[in-house]
Each structure stands twice: as structure tokens, then as C-alpha cells.
């Protein structure tokens, strides 16, 4: 069988997320509370994760998500593998191949993710880059499609950076078929992976694409009638000019004033960690709209699905 990598959405099948998706949910739905009996997809194998960042979900999620699968998982920083002094990146995956039978990858620059997959004989899977983080952006849509239903057609609003969630968020509007809505001051506005990712959702469009992504230059405009609001911290790991982001980012925070602009149903997203009264106010992540803890607990549940999908078990 070909290497199945998870690399990112935009190269994946619609039909393949969404087999990824109807497999976690129904993990979750038949075996959430009944750990010791759910199939040992994954029985004897062993996955490596690779931390050139702090994580908390991440790390954790995998971890556990492999024990549940039957499996077991070495979890690494890149400063305890020679790695962390210089050896190559193609070294390290021929060697890990060696030991192991799928390895996640975290890491500041998506090359690096680019050359685990090619130089290892096993499947790698994106645990987040500095270009994007698709295993969060497919928990989040779990979670959507739990608390109401298919996401197809929905419209959908990030308010903020256009950082890595937010372009594996474009990916999976293309494939999954939902519009989707930016509000981001100039300066930290679509990257040049987003514009391009936006540029093939336009040129899919004229041939029946069902997506819609704008960049919209009133913040309102993104908020009015959404049925999902996202966003994320105005200062993700590696950004150094922390001072002139909270500065320009300071209108986009997400408040109860702008939440109610949106859907009356509408839901609150977050991929924590949170920094309250700068992206998001207090009232709005811990009440009654925000999703953020069923978002963190769907990493498990879909992060099993891809790591068994990965390994062909499904
Ligand atoms: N959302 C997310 O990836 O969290 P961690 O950085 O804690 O893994
Ligand atoms: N955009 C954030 C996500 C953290 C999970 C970062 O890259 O730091």
C-alpha cells in the first residue's frame, strides 16, 4: 500500500476526510466509555511524536489515542534526538522507519514535515506547522457536525491571524463545501499559502466547487449570520513581534457585542490555548456558545481515526 501521509487537507480526497471523520465519530459514539473494549485497530504498533514545540493536546491526545487503539507511543522533544544537534531530518526519518510504524511530526518549519514524509518508509502526520494544523481544524469540524449537523453550506467566520489554523480551515471549506469568512487587520492578513489556497477554491468554484471564501474588510460582515465564530491567539509560537500584534489585533477580539451579530445557534470555537480578554473575552470562551473543551477532547477521538486510517486499519 502507498504511504498514507497526513500531510494537509488540500491534498487529501473530500471523500477520504470525510471517511476520517464518519470513522471518529463513531469511535467516540461506541466506545467514548467503554475504553477497554473498543477493537485494537492499531494492536502492537508503536508511533514516535516529534515536539520542536511546546503542546499540551497534541502531545497528550496522541499518546492516548494510540493506547486506546492498542498501540503505544514514544512522545519526544527534538532536543533529546541527535536532531536537536544537527543530524538531518532524512537521516532521522531512515533510521526512525527502523523502529517504528507511523510518526507525528511538530514542528516551526513545514519543510521539515515535507522531508520526514519523504525520507521515511512509514506514514507521518502533521502534528501543526508554521503553515498549518489540520488535525485541529478536522476535531473542530467533528465537533461542528456533533453539535449541529452537516457542515455543508454553513457559513463559517474566522476573526483574526491568518495563521496555520486558519489556512487548514480554508483547505477544509474547499473539500467540505462550507463559506468561509476572514476578518484580519492588512498587515497579518491571507499568507501567500492562503492566497493560493483561496485562488484554487475560486477556480473550483467555476466548476461547481460548493465553497466560498472571503476576505472581508468590515469585521461585522464576517460575524452577521455565521453559524460557527473562530479564532485564535493573536501571537502563535515562533511569531516574534508580539508587541505590534496585540496592538493591530485589538479590534478583532471576540467579544459578546460582535457574538451576538452572529447566528442565534451560534457556536464558539477555539483551539486553546486561549488568552482571555485579548482574542476572546472570559464571557464569551466559558459560556454558553464556546465548543472549546469538546474541541480539545475530539483531538483524541479524530486524531485515532487518522492515526488507524494512516496505518491502513481503516
Ligand atoms: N490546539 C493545540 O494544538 O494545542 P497544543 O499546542 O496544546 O497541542
Ligand atoms: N496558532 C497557534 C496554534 C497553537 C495550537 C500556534 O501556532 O502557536
Known amino acids: 500500500m502507498e504511504k498514507r501521509h497526513f500531510i494537509d487537507l488540500d491534498i487529501l480526497s473530500s471523500e477520504e476526510i470525510s471517511h476520517i471523520l464518519d470513522k471518529a465519530l463513531l469511535m467516540k459514539k461506541e466506545f467514548k466509555d467503554l475504553r477497554h473494549k473498543a477493537p485494537k485497530l492499531c494492536d502492537g504498533r508503536i508511533l514516535a511524536t516529534i515536539f520542536e514545540k511546546p503542546s499540551t493536546r497534541t502531545r497528550v491526545s ?8 492498542g498501540g503505544s507511543c514514544i512522545s519526544l522533544s527534538s532536543n533529546d534526538l541527535q536532531l ?48 498549518s494544523h489540520p488535525c485541529q481544524i478536522l476535531a473542530d469540524i467533528l465537533t461542528f457536525i456533533e453539535k449541529r449537523g452537516p457542515i455543508e453550506g454553513r457559513k463559517v467566520a474566522w476573526i483574526g491571524d491568518c495563521n496555520n489554523v486558519a489556512l487548514s480551515a480554508v483547505h477544509a471549506a474547499t473539500k467540505l463545501g462550507f463559506s468561509f469568512y476572514i476578518a484580519a487587520p492588512e498587515q497579518y492578513g491571507p499568507t501567500e499559502a492562503m492566497q493560493e489556497a483561496i485562488a484554487k477554491d475560486k477556480a473550483l468554484g467555476l466548476t461547481g466547487g ?56 451560534a457556536l464558539f470555537m477555539h483551539c486553546l490555548p486561549a488568552y482571555r480578554g485579548r ?13 472549546v473543551f469538546d474541541e480539545a477532547e475530539n483531538r483524541l477521538h479524530v486524531q485515532k481515526a487518522i492515526i488507524a486510517w494512516s496505518l491502513g486499519a481503516i
Open 62 to 69: 496522541f499518546d492516548v489515542a494510540m493506547r486506546d487503539l
Open 84 to 131: 536537536g544537534r544537527g543530524e538531518s531530518i532524512a537521516d532521522t526519518a531512515r533510521v526512525m522507519s527502523r523502529y517504528v510504524d507511523v510518526m507525528m511530526l511538530r514542528t516551526s518549519a513545514h519543510q521539515n514535515l515535507l522531508d520526514l514524509a519523504e525520507f521515511a518508509d512509514v506514514p507521518v502526520i502533521n502534528g501543526l506547522t508554521d503553515r
Open 210 to 265: 460548493k465553497s466560498s471564501i472571503h476576505i472581508v474588510d468590515k469585521i461585522e460582515d464576517a460575524f452577521e449570520g455565521a453559524d460557527l465564530i473562530m479564532t485564535d491567539t493573536w501571537v502563535s509560537m515562533g511569531d516574534e513581534d508580539a508587541a505590534e500584534r496585540k496592538e493591530a489585533f485589538a479590534p478583532y477580539q471576540v467579544n459578546r457585542e460582535m457574538m451576538a451579530l452572529a447566528d442565534k445557534d
Open 279 to 291: 482574542e476572546v473575552t472570559a464571557d464569551v470562551i466559558d459560556g454558553p456558545q464556546s465548543v
